[in-house]
């Protein structure tokens, strides 16, 4: 993120779990960070892990008597964000418009059928925001800024539902774009401050730096932009101030301007109503003023960054118009910085470019390899996203018992059977159950026919039955008496009188006297 930092040291990759800080060693904003992002880490995997993306029963975004949008937690991807609203809401999606981290939304379609998602992401918040982050008793010094956790609902097509987050699809989490850089030659570099010397070593030139390169506004679909708005900086836009700063404080030889506010900042990430977002402004000069004289929200610009330069990269017409200590071109589907240090390609052919992509390089005068990319991907903005709920023509859609035990989870120790999920294989007997507990209750209502039935252990009594049901009729077409035994037996005739005795002939013979 941009900020007054040093260098990104955080490597998700080598899944370091702390950092340790040496004995009488200096303490560093990249440590400091680092120790941030790995705790991070750990609580996002933890809630991927248990949560994943849905909206717990108790305090979530979601109120399923409605169902309707509330100020609440949302979990997208394991990541935890908290939706608020400026003011009561009372609508089922009257929240979308209200909304504390999403400003001046667009205006939510009337038609069509459109899929919910909640958002959540981080930008930087510095002290231009909020005063309290300073403290007067060090006469207002910049000492640190802080991470803010966005929590946005928004809107897509209804097609779009299942490709949320996909780096091909219409709405991806982060953009695609590979960097790579290479440093100006190592041998001799031109010195334009010295008319009298022709060359200096190149390690003379690399002041040890965070650049930085972002995609400031893309303009169409992100993943074939009509055009893209990208600026660089070799202080990580770390400079900022209040727009009505003195320009002789804050200016600087080349150097463009971009006019924000905490509305702009709130509109990066993919959007289904592009052409509505809230957007920046630049300037080549702090006392001209922006291209776009005043901000979304009405007012005066509060606040002005300032970059080393900028670039507008029309894709269509392959022209390209930069401003700036540094140059812009396009060959293909690569774009081009080229400055004093180092010459970055960016290959956007067929990639995603997503608003707030950025690139980080690493510059440092007495390294083995001065100019090192931190990464060939985007570092960052890294957006998680969650369904919510269908909307069709404005209306919210009932939910499915999927839909239903996404946006009502309860805590593990709470855990229903309505919220266990069930893979009906047997729908003779368990019918459209989705659930654990329908899958039982429908066990209730189990009959004999139900049940199967092996009747090789006695195919003579059970005959080919398949069922308990039929095996069960089987053995009532039994004739269990002894009429028919006896009839066997005696066929017709009196027996009476007749006295049995054991034969003195030997134990195996019967003696009947007469009767």
């Known amino acids: 993120m941009k900020g007054n930092i040093s260098r990104d040291s955080h490597r998700p990759g080598k899944r370091y779990s702390g950092v340790f800080q040496v004995q009488g060693g200096m303490v560093t904003d990249a440590d400091l960070g680092e120790q941030a992002r790995i705790a991070r880490g750990r609580s996002d995997g933890l809630g991927h892990d248990v949560a994943g993306s849905g909206v717990p029963v108790d305090g979530g975004a979601v109120e399923l008597d409605g169902p ?127 008319p009298c010397a022709d060359t200096v070593a190149a390690e003379q030139s690399v002041a040890n730096a965070l650049f930085r390169i972002e995609v400031v506004h893309v303009f169409g679909d992100p993943q074939h932009p009509d055009s893209i708005r990208i600026a660089w900086s070799a202080e990580n836009a770390a400079a900022i101030a209040p727009a009505t ?151 919210i859609e009932p939910l499915t018992d999927p839909e239903t035990r996404r946006l009502s989870f309860p805590a593990l120790a709470n855990l229903p059977a309505t919220h266990v999920g069930f893979v009906n294989s047997c729908p003779t007997l368990y019918d459209t159950a989705e659930n654990v507990q329908e899958a039982l209750d429908n066990l209730c209502s189990i009959e004999a026919a139900d049940i199967a039935f092996d009747p090789s252990g006695c195919p003579r009594l059970y005959d080919e039955v398949e069922n308990v049901q039929d095996a069960l009729i089987n053995l009532c077409r039994v004739d269990f008496g002894n009429e028919r035994f006896l009839r066997h037996l005696h066929d017709w005739g009196v027996v009476c009188g007749g006295i049995p005795r054991r034969a003195t002939q030997g134990p195996a013979m019967v003696a009947i006297s007469g009767g």
């Not at 097609?159 to 440093?183: N, S, W």
């Not at 804050?250 to 900042?265: H, L, M, N, P």
């Not at 592009?274 to 005043?294: D, H, I, W, Y």
């Not at 240090?341 to 956007?348: K, L, M, P, T, W």
């Open 68 to 194: 309707r949008l509330v100020p609440g937690v949302v979990y997208a991807q394991g990541r935890r964000g908290e939706v608020q609203a400026v003011g009561e809401v009372s609508g089922p999606l009257e929240l979308y418009g209200v909304q504390v981290d999403f400003p001046h939304a667009p205006p939510m379609p009337e038609d069509g059928e459109h899929i919910v998602y909640a958002d959540i992401w981080d930008r930087m918040v510095s002290q231009l925001e909020e005063p309290l982050l300073s403290d007067p008793g060090l006469h207002g010094a910049e000492t640190a800024f802080r991470a803010r956790t966005m929590a946005q609902i928004k809107f897509a097509p209804l097609d779009q539902a299942d490709a949320l987050g996909q780096p091909d699809g219409p709405v991806p989490d982060i953009g695609t774009g590979e960097m790579t850089v290479t440093p100006a030659d190592p041998e001799t570099i031109a010195d334009e401050c010295d």
């Open 245 to 395: 700063v003195n320009s002789e404080d804050f200016g600087r030889a080349g150097a463009v301007y971009e006019f924000y506010s905490t509305v702009t900042e709130c509109h990066l990430g993919v959007h289904e109503q592009n052409g509505a977002m809230a957007r920046s402004s630049f300037a080549t000069s702090l006392t001209e003023g922006p291209e776009v004289p005043a901000p979304p929200e009405g007012g005066d610009w509060p606040f002005v960054r300032r970059w080393d330069g900028m670039a507008v990269i029309d894709f269509a017409s392959g022209n390209v118009e930069d401003e700036g200590n540094g140059t812009v071109s396009l060959s293909g589907g690569t774009v081009r910085l080229t400055n004093d240090i180092f010459s970055a390609e960016i290959d956007v052919d067929g990639r995603a470019i997503v608003a707030g992509d950025y690139w980080l390089i690493e510059l440092r005068r007495f390294a083995d390899e001065p100019v090192r990319a931190v990464q060939a991907l985007p570092v960052g903005i890294r957006h998680s996203y969650c369904p919510l709920f269908r909307v069709t023509d404005g209306a």
